[in-house]
């Protein structure tokens, strides 16, 4: 759980602050991450000037001078900015400090998440092989049809494939299936071209919403600023198994598909 729209908050919020600094100093409490962190990661950041604050899916993209810091939050992660350092706390890993004595402070309790420096980034094993941005021009319907045709996967998976297409979690997959009236299990080469339009207008449009209430807190995850999402306020199906359709009043079916949590409504999705 930090998603898309969670990452591109934090994205929005940093941007303004960390743009323009030098970094400092990189101090990582905890490197026994998902991947243990770079002995000579610290090294490599002191003196670099952020030139830009990027998001690649779920990963946030700190770029320096001499190359780019990859950060990705994992599934309990939450980046800070603390204009006067605290004592850290419990799960706080690492602190990016700045040469105005700000940090960015990465908390993370089940060390999930994971920080990278490469100076090609888009060569970086972690995302040379992401498919198309959901929000980019180039993710359409003909662009799904055409990846999902003779595919006997259900579309909610071939959704959350993220070579196909990068940073449509659990959460939002569920609810652009909902606003779609497709139903997940359906096949992915079953599905009309013209549903697929619809389909990925929905998917920017919960997505784009998603972003606007700042991401979607279930847990863990709080924005850049320390506070939460408020996405969850306005799910229509996630979470919400044999609750009434908001639209139909048939009560909201809850499955696993591919390990998954999975909701919908059985009258308003086909």
Request: net charge positive; hydrophobic share 40%.
């Given at each position: 759980?930090?998603?898309?729209?969670?990452?591109?908050?934090?994205r929005?919020?940093?941007?303004?602050?960390?743009?323009?600094?030098?970094?400092?100093?990189?101090?990582?409490?905890?490197?026994?991450?998902?991947?243990?962190?770079?002995?000579?990661?610290?090294?490599?950041?002191?003196?670099?000037?952020?030139?830009?604050?990027?998001r690649?899916?779920?990963?946030?993209?700190?770029?320096?001078?001499?190359?780019?810091?990859?950060?990705?939050?994992?599934?309990?992660?939450?980046?800070?900015?603390?204009?006067?350092?605290?004592?850290?706390?419990?799960?706080?890993?690492?602190?990016?400090?700045?040469?105005?004595?700000?940090?960015?402070?990465?908390?993370?309790p089940?060390?999930?998440?994971?920080?990278?420096?490469?100076?090609?980034?888009?060569?970086?094993?972690?995302?040379?092989?992401?498919?198309?941005?959901?929000?980019?021009?180039?993710?359409?319907?003909?662009?799904?049809?055409?990846?999902?045709?003779?595919?006997?996967?259900?579309?909610?998976?071939?959704?959350?494939?993220?070579?196909?297409?990068?940073?449509v979690?659990?959460v939002?997959?569920?609810?652009?299936?909902?606003?779609?009236?497709i139903h997940?299990?359906?096949?992915?080469?079953?599905?009309?071209?013209g549903?697929?339009?619809?389909?990925?207008e929905r998917?920017?449009?919960?997505?784009?919403?998603?972003?606007?209430?700042?991401?979607?807190?279930?847990?863990?995850?709080?924005?850049?600023?320390?506070?939460?999402?408020?996405?969850?306020?306005?799910?229509?199906v996630?979470?919400?198994?044999?609750?009434?359709?908001?639209?139909?009043?048939?009560?909201?079916k809850?499955v696993v598909?591919g390990?998954?949590?999975?909701?919908y409504?059985?009258?308003?999705?086909?």
């Open positions: 759980m930090p998603e898309l729209p969670e990452v591109e908050t934090t929005r919020g940093l941007e303004p602050l960390l743009v323009g600094r030098t970094i400092t100093d990189l101090q990582v409490r905890e490197p026994r991450l998902r991947w243990p962190v770079e002995p000579a990661l610290p090294d490599r950041l002191r003196r670099q000037r952020i030139v830009s604050l990027e690649r899916g779920k990963y946030l993209l700190v770029v320096t001078a001499g190359g780019t810091l990859i950060w990705h939050l994992g599934m309990s992660g939450s980046l800070r900015y603390l204009d006067a350092p605290s004592a850290p706390v419990a799960h706080d890993h690492v602190d990016l400090v700045l040469d105005n004595g700000a940090c960015v402070r990465f908390n993370d089940r060390r999930f998440g994971s920080v990278h420096f490469s100076v090609e980034p888009a060569r970086h094993w972690l995302l040379q092989n992401l498919g198309v941005e959901p929000l980019s021009d180039a993710f359409t319907g003909a662009y799904l049809w055409n990846s999902a045709r003779a595919r006997r996967v259900a579309i909610k998976q071939h959704l959350m494939n993220g070579r196909i297409v990068t940073g979690g659990n939002y997959a569920n609810e652009a299936l909902f606003r779609a009236g997940p299990r359906r096949a992915a080469g079953r599905i009309a071209a549903r697929f339009d619809t389909l990925a998917i920017k449009l919960v997505l784009r919403d998603a972003i606007e209430v700042g991401g979607t807190t279930l847990r863990d995850y709080v924005g850049g600023d320390g506070r939460p999402g408020y996405f969850q306020l306005t799910l229509k996630y979470g919400r198994g044999g609750e009434a359709c908001i639209a139909c009043k048939a009560p909201i809850q598909i390990q998954r949590a999975t909701y409504c059985p009258k308003c999705q086909r």
